[in-house]
C-alpha cells in the first residue's frame, strides 16, 4: 500500500525565498529552525527536530536570491549554502534539498545525539552565528495542505495500488478504510543509512512506538516509517476508526508524550461526499461538485465573558461581536478550507490544537474563495436595539464589528451590564444588498447559554491527565465548545497554543484528552503584573440556522458564547 510521494507533496515543501545581500554574514532568526510540516515553535512541547527529518531553517543571507532545490540524492552543500549540527564531540553535515536568502530546508542527521546541538549555517564562505537547536528521538509533523501545519492534512485514501487520492470533503474516507497520512520524523534511520538518499524499500521507524489518532480515537496502523523512493519523508497507514464522521475531523500523532500538530480529514459512513453537523450538509456539497461553484454566507453573532483573578481580585468583562463572510467556493478551495465549519470548529465529540504567534494562530489556506460583495452593511436588530457589521475594506465579502464592550463587574462590587448580545429573537437584512448578494432578510432566535457546573473546581490544570468539563442547560439542539489557551510568557514574542473541542449540548460532560492538553506549554511559574498566562472556557452555540439570499446558494446563521476563567497548566 506504499508508493512515492505524490507530486503535490513535493510542491508541499517547496517555498519561495527572500531576496537580500549575497555577502553579508547569514543569519538563522531566533526561533526559526523547525519542522518542515509541522513548522512547530521551538518553545513548544512537540518542537523539536527528530533524528533524520526534514526541517527548515528561517533567516536572511542564507543561500541565493532565487530557489535552488538539488535532486536526490541530496548533497550536503548546495548553492554555495552548508549546514552543520555539533554536539559535543559530534559533528555532522546536513543532507540539503533546498536552499534561498530567506529558507533552507535540510534533513537532521540520524546519528546526532539527543539534546541540545549548535548549528551553524554557511553561505559563500561566511558562517553564522550559531543557533540551538533541540534535537528529539521522535517528533512528528503532519504535512496539510496549506504548508503551513493547519487544516486538511495531505492525507490520501488508499483505494487500490495505483489509486490514491487526496482526501477532501468531495472524495471522503470510509470507516474501514486505509488512510496514508505524510510528514517527516519518525526518528532515525537505521545505522549506516545515508540521510539525504531515498530509501529502496519499506523501512520501519519506531512503529511500535507510534500512535495515530482520528477525532480522538486511536486508529490501527498497518506501517510507519519511510516512504520508498524518498528521503527524510515519513507514511503512516491507518484504519479509519468505526463511528466517526464529519467534514473536519482531526488527525494527530503521538510518540510518546509528543502530539504532533493537528490536521483535518472528511470521513463519510459511504464515503464520497461529507457532511457535518456544524457546517454544510451533503447536497451543497453534491452541488459544488456537479457544478464547480458554491455560492456560501455566514452570519456570526459571539459573546465572550472572560473572568481574570489577579492581585487578589477577580473581574468579569463581557465582549460581544459580530461577523459575516460571503464567498465562492470552487473545489480547490473548498479541499484546502479551514474554516467549512462554524466558527471553525472541528467535527463534534472531537478536539483539535493551533498554535502559532499571537498574530499567526488563524488557520491560511493556500487557495481562499472569491469574496462576494453583499453592500455596506449587515443590519441587526435585537432585544437591545439596532446594530451593524461593517464592511472590511481591505477583504471583499468580510464584515466585522465589535458590538458592545461592558459587563464589567467585580464580585462584591457589582457593576454594569452594557452587553448587546441577550437571549431573544434577532433579524439581519443588507439593505439593497451589492453587487452579488442582493438584499435579503434573516432570523435567529438566540437561546440561553449553558452554565460551565465544573467552573470553580477548574483551576490547575494537569496536562498529563485530561480535564473533565460539565455543563448544564442551553438548546438541547446545539453543541458545547470547550477552549482553552496557553502562552508561554507574556512579551510581543509569546508562543501561544490553544484547543477546542465541540460536542452536543444534551451530553452535558465532556473530557479534555491528555494528548490535547500535551500539546499546549506549562504555564510559566512567574506572572507578569499578576495576569494570568492560561485560560480554559465552556460555552455554547446553535447549530447552523440557514436562509436564504439572491446570489447565493446557501447561507446560514450561528452563535456562540464562551465563558473563560484564568487557569494555571501544570
Same mark, same amino acid.
Given at each position: ?333 473548498? =479541499?484546502? $478550507?479551514?474554516?467549512?465549519? *462554524? %466558527? &471553525?470548529?472541528?467535527?463534534?465529540? @472531537?478536539?483539535?490544537?493551533?498554535? #502559532? ?99 470553580? =473546581?477548574? $483551576?490547575?490544570?494537569?496536562? *498529563? %491527565? &485530561?480535564?473533565?468539563?460539565?455543563? @448544564?442547560?442551553?438548546?438541547?439542539? #446545539? ?92
Amino acid at each position: 500500500m506504499m508508493k512515492p510521494m505524490s507530486r503535490y507533496l513535493l510542491y508541499a515543501v517547496l517555498a519561495a525565498a527572500a531576496s537580500t545581500s549575497l555577502f553579508a554574514q547569514p543569519v538563522v532568526s531566533d526561533g526559526g529552525i523547525v519542522n518542515a510540516a509541522s513548522g512547530v515553535n521551538p518553545r513548544l512541547p512537540g518542537g523539536g527536530v527528530a533524528q533524520g527529518s526534514l526541517f527548515v531553517i528561517y533567516g536572511v543571507r542564507m543561500g541565493p536570491n532565487v530557489l535552488a532545490a538539488s535532486p536526490l540524492p541530496w548533497p550536503t552543500t548546495l548553492s554555495g549554502t552548508s549546514v552543520r549540527v555539533t554536539s559535543g564531540s559530534f559533528s555532522a553535515d546536513c543532507p540539503i534539498y533546498y536552499t534561498s536568502a530567506g529558507q533552507v530546508a535540510a534533513v537532521m542527521p540520524s546519528n546526532i545525539p539527543v539534546g541540545n546541538a549548535t548549528l551553524t549555517l554557511s553561505y559563500n564562505g561566511q558562517a553564522s552565528p550559531g543557533r540551538i537547536v533541540r534535537v528529539a528521538a521522535n517528533s512528528f509533523g503532519i504535512y496539510t495542505t496549506n504548508l503551513r501545519g493547519s487544516g486538511p492534512g495531505s492525507i490520501t485514501n488508499f483505494e487500490s495500488a495505483t489509486s490514491q487520492p487526496l482526501n477532501s470533503p468531495l472524495r471522503s474516507a470510509r470507516p474501514g478504510q486505509t488512510l496514508i497520512a505524510y510528514g517527516t520524523g519518525l526518528g532515525a534511520l537505521p545505522g549506516g543509512a545515508n540521510d539525504g538518499a531515498p530509501v529502496s524499500a519499506a523501512t520501519p521507524i519506531n512503529q511500535a512506538g507510534v500512535e495515530l489518532y482520528v477525532g480522538g480515537r486511536r486508529a490501527d496502523l498497518g506501517y510507519a516509517g519511510r516512504a520508498p523512493s524518498f528521503a527524510s519523508l515519513d507514511q503512516i497507514n491507518f484504519v479509519v476508526p468505526a463511528g466517526i464522521s464529519g467534514c473536519a475531523v482531526p488527525v494527530y500523532v503521538k510518540t510518546g508524550n509528543i502530539v504532533s500538530n493537528f490536521a483535518t480529514i472528511s470521513i463519510a459512513t459511504s464515503g464520497s461526499i461529507c457532511s457535518d453537523a456544524l457546517g454544510l450538509p451533503q447536497s451543497q456539497l453534491e452541488r459544488l461538485n456537479s457544478t464547480g461553484s458554491l455560492k456560501i454566507g455566514t452570519i456570526t453573532l459571539a459573546r465572550l465573558d472572560l473572568e481574570v483573578s489577579a492581585f487578589g481580585f477577580s473581574t468579569s468583562v463581557k465582549t460581544d461581536s459580530g461577523s459575516a463572510g460571503f464567498f465562492d467556493f470552487t473545489p480547490v478551495s473548498i =479541499a484546502s $478550507s479551514s474554516s467549512l465549519n *462554524a %466558527a &471553525g470548529a472541528s467535527s463534534l465529540g @472531537t478536539c483539535t490544537v493551533y498554535s #502559532g504567534t499571537a498574530s499567526a494562530l488563524t488557520p491560511i489556506d493556500y487557495a481562499p474563495p472569491r469574496g462576494l460583495d453583499a453592500g455596506a452593511l449587515i443590519n441587526i436588530s435585537g432585544p437591545k436595539g439596532a446594530k451593524s457589521l461593517k464592511r472590511v475594506d481591505t477583504l471583499i465579502g468580510t464584515y466585522s464589528e465589535t458590538l458592545s464592550t461592558g459587563g464589567i463587574s467585580i464580585p462584591g462590587l457589582g457593576g454594569t451590564d452594557g452587553s448587546y448580545l441577550d437571549p431573544g429573537p434577532y433579524s439581519f437584512n443588507n439593505g439593497g444588498g451589492g453587487a452579488d448578494v442582493r438584499g435579503f432578510t434573516a432570523n435567529l432566535n438566540l437561546s440561553a447559554p449553558v452554565a460551565w457546573s465544573n467552573k470553580a =473546581a477548574v $483551576s490547575n490544570v494537569n496536562r *498529563a %491527565a &485530561g480535564q473533565v468539563v460539565n455543563w @448544564t442547560g442551553g438548546d438541547n439542539n #446545539g453543541y458545547v465548545v470547550i477552549y482553552g489557551y496557553s502562552a508561554t510568557d507574556a512579551t510581543e514574542n509569546a508562543i501561544l497554543s490553544i484547543f477546542t473541542c465541540t460536542e452536543r449540548a444534551n451530553v452535558g460532560t465532556f473530557t479534555v484528552p491528555a494528548a490535547i492538553l500535551l500539546a499546549l506549554p506549562p504555564s510559566p511559574t512567574a506572572t507578569s503584573a499578576g495576569l494570568p498566562f492560561g485560560l480554559m472556557g465552556v460555552g455554547s452555540g446553535n447549530l447552523p440556522a440557514t436562509f436564504s439570499a439572491p446570489g447565493l446558494d446557501y447561507g446560514y446563521i450561528v452563535s456562540t458564547s464562551l465563558t473563560l476563567k484564568s487557569v494555571n497548566y501544570q
